[in-house]
């Protein structure tokens, strides 16, 4: 099996993994409100991967974590968190995963505008072309969506400053003590969230916490395998694998939550995925010329 086969794997077995996740992140949204949840998921992975710095004896405390590129991107997280989980508490499973699709489409703007990255004509067609297909997801002045499925459109602002934030990083903040630091911020911002939402604490009873438990197992097998898969291989084609998230999602919600996600919903999908993967393939174009 060659790296980029490898990696392009274990990309398809993340975004398995973090759909399930989000699945049930979307069962829970029946028993907690949608803060909650937030500070009970960041609660679980701190815990988690607290014991395992703890096991490989690589120490809890960093300077890492009071650097100004580190506070933002964590702002970043914790926002996108708020946002994201939101809307999969609220909205249908499908246009919600749809949506996030267009984070790359994003990031790629935030680079051209604030990092300087080159964007020619036609990666800026794609873009243009791809947050299209979000507004025909949406579709703006008409009764079609659930208005809660514009918190996704906050979701994906929060992930793609957040990747954003993360470019250029040095060394010693490793991908590990940066989601550290990213779940302990959770529990403050979902727990100051439940605060001014005034919503009730609903202790979890066994079914919910054995929910919560998958939720936080399955979340951190997700960030492992994709760990795994960018650390060898063409990063383009590996990247390319994102999208397999949707339709890992798009099965879940029709299978386990019964939706029906309608014409519009499916060619705004694929309108987004199709430019992501245009602008992604345009990216390591570029690249290679370079």
């Not at 300077?63 to 946002?83: I, N, S």
Request: contains cysteine.
């Amino acid at each position: 099996m060659t790296p980029t086969l490898r990696s392009a794997g274990l990309m398809t077995l993340s975004m398995g993994l973090f759909a399930i996740e989000d699945a049930l992140i979307k069962s829970l949204g029946g028993v907690f409100p949608a803060a909650q949840i937030v500070w009970m998921l960041g609660l679980g992975g701190t815990l988690a991967f607290s014991a395992w710095f703890v096991a490989t004896g690589a120490g809890l405390r960093s300077p890492v974590y009071l650097r100004p590129r580190v506070l933002v991107r964590t702002g970043f997280e914790m926002a996108g968190a708020l946002f994201f989980v939101s809307a999969l508490v609220l909205a249908p499973l499908a246009v919600v995963s749809a949506i996030v699709q267009a984070t790359p489409l994003l990031v790629a703007i935030g680079g051209a505008l604030f990092l300087g990255a080159p964007v020619g004509p036609r990666r800026w067609a794609a873009i243009a072309v791809g947050f299209a297909g979000v507004l025909i997801i949406l579709r703006p002045g008409t009764d079609a969506v659930d208005a809660s499925a514009w918190l996704a459109v906050g979701g994906i602002i929060g992930l793609a400053g957040r990747d954003l934030a993360t470019r250029n990083m040095p060394p010693d903040a490793t991908g590990a003590r940066l989601t550290l630091h990213a779940f302990a911020a959770l529990i403050v911002g979902g727990a100051v969230m439940q605060a001014i939402q005034g919503a009730p604490l609903v202790v979890p009873d066994a079914g919910g916490a054995a929910v919560l438990l998958l939720a936080i197992a399955f979340g951190t097998a997700a960030y492992l395998a994709i760990v795994g898969a960018t650390r060898t291989g063409d990063i383009a084609i590996t990247a390319s694998f994102r999208y397999t998230r949707m339709l890992f999602a798009l099965i879940i919600a029709v299978v386990i939550f019964g939706e029906r996600p309608d014409l519009w919903t499916l060619v705004g999908a694929g309108i987004i995925v199709a430019s992501g993967c245009y602008t992604l393939w345009r990216e390591a174009r570029a690249a290679s010329l370079g």
